[in-house]
């Protein structure tokens, strides 16, 4: 599934075996069913599969960085996750990102959002998107906000060290936002903190939203 030409298929993981949610839901399954299992759940799973792949016609490759782009993203890497999330009640997080870089209008540099795209690949679960200017934004499936926090601390550590050809010294902001049930608000929760790491003078900001905190 890390393979952008496969990542758009629908995985339903049926098995017998106890336990074992949290790995395949980690690994890239769509759904889990367990034996002896229902013949009409799994026919409704089977249905909602075709109705996504067919779904899936949009281009989800950003060219210039390899990445997803932002409209597959958001319509169907976001809705996916948010989906698995609420049935199995399990978390996630997303990383929000901005290169500190003060840009009079003009294109971005591709070579440098290139060169920041290789960094994002963590690991194999995780699913990384292009925004548009200096934006990018990393889903971390099955992670709680304090596991996403080490990781981002670990991308704005990558991003420090790495020599950048015509951009000396280059940091980014990084906003986090772990699973709630509307991605509209988790995707405003991590851009809010993005926005406040960069007041601060960049480095990594963190909200969590509980169920109990939705609006009515």
Do not use: W
């Not at 990383?95 to 194999?124: K, Q, S, T, W, Y």
């Amino acid at each position: 599934r890390s393979k952008p030409r496969l990542s758009g298929i629908y995985v339903i993981m049926l098995t017998g075996r106890e336990g074992g949610l949290a790995e395949g839901l980690d690994i890239g399954a769509d759904a889990y069913v367990r034996k002896p299992y229902d013949i009409e759940e799994l026919t409704a799973f089977v249905r909602k599969g075709l109705r996504q792949s067919r779904e899936r016609t949009v281009p989800a490759m950003d060219p210039g960085t390899g990445l997803f782009n932002e409209t597959f993203f958001m319509e169907s890497l976001l809705v996916g996750e948010l989906a698995r999330a609420v049935r199995y009640e399990v978390n996630f997080s997303i990383i929000r990102l901005r290169l500190d870089l003060h840009v009079n209008g003009g294109d971005p540099d591709e070579d440098l959002l290139r060169a920041v795209a290789r960094l994002l690949a963590f690991r194999e679960s995780d699913r990384a998107a292009y925004l548009g200017g200096y934006d990018f934004v990393v889903m971390l499936p099955y992670t709680p906000p304090s596991h996403a926090v080490g990781v981002a601390e670990r991308l704005c550590r990558k991003i420090r060290e790495t020599s950048f050809p015509g951009f000396a010294n280059l940091t980014a902001s990084f906003g986090i936002a772990s699973f709630d049930s509307a991605e509209s608000l988790l995707l405003q929760l991590a851009e809010d903190a993005l926005n406040q790491a960069q007041i601060q003078g960049g480095g990594v900001q963190g909200q969590q939203l509980g169920r109990k905190d939705l609006p009515p």
